[in-house]
């Protein structure tokens, strides 16, 4: 497996720390006491679902180390938004950078392709920048349910969060629905998925 390192981190994470503070604190919206510490569940939580996916869920940069360089490569925490830097080592010390247009992303933007590969060389690193502009309703079900269980599993994340988060996604399918009603068979999984997510809560419902 290839080594990287996240050597930028997202600046927002993808869960708003206000509607996990307004419903984390149950009726105490304006109470900014508790916020270091959720940023710091949030952002557990986030590298959590990033370790279990192997996604880069929000934009962040990051730096491949492999041991080599081979004609194509499959880059760590997809989605690759940009290469930013591709360098190598000389046998003498000296870093060079491979030109950017030796190589080009390809495959979904996770395969790095090079037409040509430089001679003599170690160390190679790759720094580019990568992550979801867009978190997918499974996901940050996922991460609310993680912060939910690290502050004690109140169940607020099944009480109000994840409720909104469905009722989201089913208005954004009814929404699609009315735009392209020609095609609304297209919907159709996607309606059965999010009516299989709004179960959720009564796995976790408590008597």
Request: with cysteine.
């Amino acid at each position: 497996m290839m080594r990287f390192r996240v050597t930028a981190p997202p600046t927002d994470e993808p869960i708003d720390l206000k509607m996990v503070r307004d419903t984390h604190l149950r009726g105490i919206p304006d109470d900014s006491s508790e916020n270091d510490y959720l940023r710091q569940l949030i952002r557990a939580a986030r590298e959590y679902c990033e370790n279990y996916t192997g996604l880069s869920l929000g934009p962040q940069t990051l730096e491949a180390l492999p041991d080599r360089l081979e004609k194509t490569m499959t880059l760590p925490r997809p989605p690759i938004r940009r290469i930013v830097s591709v360098t190598v080592t000389r046998k003498d010390g000296s870093v060079e950078t491979v030109p950017a247009s030796a190589y080009r992303l390809d495959a979904g933007r996770s395969l790095l392709c090079f037409s040509g590969l430089p001679e003599n060389v170690e160390s190679p690193a790759i720094t580019y920048e990568a992550g979801t502009l867009e978190l997918p309703a499974t996901v940050q079900q996922a991460i609310l349910l993680l912060v939910d269980t690290m502050t004690g599993l109140h169940g607020w994340s099944v009480d109000y969060a994840i409720p909104c988060v469905v009722l989201f996604e089913v208005a954004a399918i009814l929404l699609m629905l009315l735009v392209n009603r020609m095609n609304w068979q297209c919907y159709f999984m996607y309606q059965i998925a999010v009516t299989f997510l709004s179960f959720v809560p009564l796995v976790f419902l408590r008597i």
